[in-house]
């Protein structure tokens, strides 16, 4: 079956400094990943649309130079969150579709980064 | 943006019970998914149902679809501990991937 890996897990930083988190579709090229976050008991929010070769599309309300995201090749997608505050920790999770599904719409999930910003 | 709801946010059922769970959307779609998410877990995709589908089974599990009323419906049947995690609906408006979670349900099957 499909894999998506994120490194690291878990990931503890201190104030104003940046985290890359990396995303990375073990078994299938990925032209399109995605990236929410989610607080504590709370529902997935989308971030961004990754898309391998080009600049990410954000949603609205997303800082695009705080949260910066490089899809750099089929396989591989970061997140890197700049100047980090404690209000920016979450569980990060990316999702990747496969470039060959086609008309399907399903997509694989990533197991998550939790991001702790002391 | 957020605009799937489900409805309850907490069940409590004893193993081999069945599970409901509700979903309420606002507009319209081109396909509704729900996923599964065990406690700081990612999510594992359960069942995908397009909007000119009414009706959607995969093992235990049901969906049901009315984009009438805007709202879907989550059963599984004779429920497991296994089971035990929370369940989000997501909708995709227009087929490019782009989803919005609903709130979520945690569900506890009590063995």
């Known amino acids: 079956g499909a894999v998506v890996s994120q490194h690291p897990s878990r990931v503890i930083c201190k104030s104003g400094t940046s985290v890359k988190i990396e995303c990375r579709s073990l078994d299938f090229q990925a032209t399109t990943m995605f990236w929410y976050r989610q607080f504590p008991k709370q529902s997935l929010m989308l971030m961004a649309t990754?898309?391998?070769?080009?600049?990410?599309?954000?949603e609205q309300g997303v800082e695009k130079d705080k949260f910066l995201i490089n899809h750099a090749s089929l396989t591989l997608s970061t997140l890197t969150v700049t100047s980090a505050h404690p209000e920016d920790s979450s569980f990060y999770i990316c999702?990747?579709?496969?470039?060959?599904?086609?008309?399907?719409?399903?997509?694989?999930f990533g197991p998550g980064t939790r991001l702790t910003v002391t | 943006s957020q605009q799937g709801e489900e409805d309850p946010q907490a069940l409590s059922i004893q193993e081999g019970e069945n599970a409901t769970m509700n979903c309420s959307y606002k507009t319209s779609i081109n396909n509704l998914q729900w996923y599964r998410q065990n406690s700081g877990r990612g999510l594992v995709h359960l069942i995908l149902?397009?909007?000119?589908?009414r009706e959607k089974h995969s093992g235990r599990l049901r969906v049901t679809l009315d984009t009438s009323k805007k709202s879907s419906s989550l059963l599984i049947t004779a429920s497991r501990a296994a089971d035990t995690a929370s369940y989000f609906c997501?909708?995709?408006?227009?087929?490019?991937?782009?989803?919005?979670f609903g709130k979520g349900n945690q569900v506890v099957v009590i063995p």
């Open positions: 149902i397009r909007s000119n589908e």
């Open positions: 990754s898309n391998e070769g080009s600049k990410a599309t954000y």
């Open positions: 999702s990747a579709r496969d470039r060959l599904a086609g008309v399907t719409y399903e997509q694989y």
């Open positions: 997501a909708t995709d408006s227009d087929g490019n991937n782009r989803l919005a």
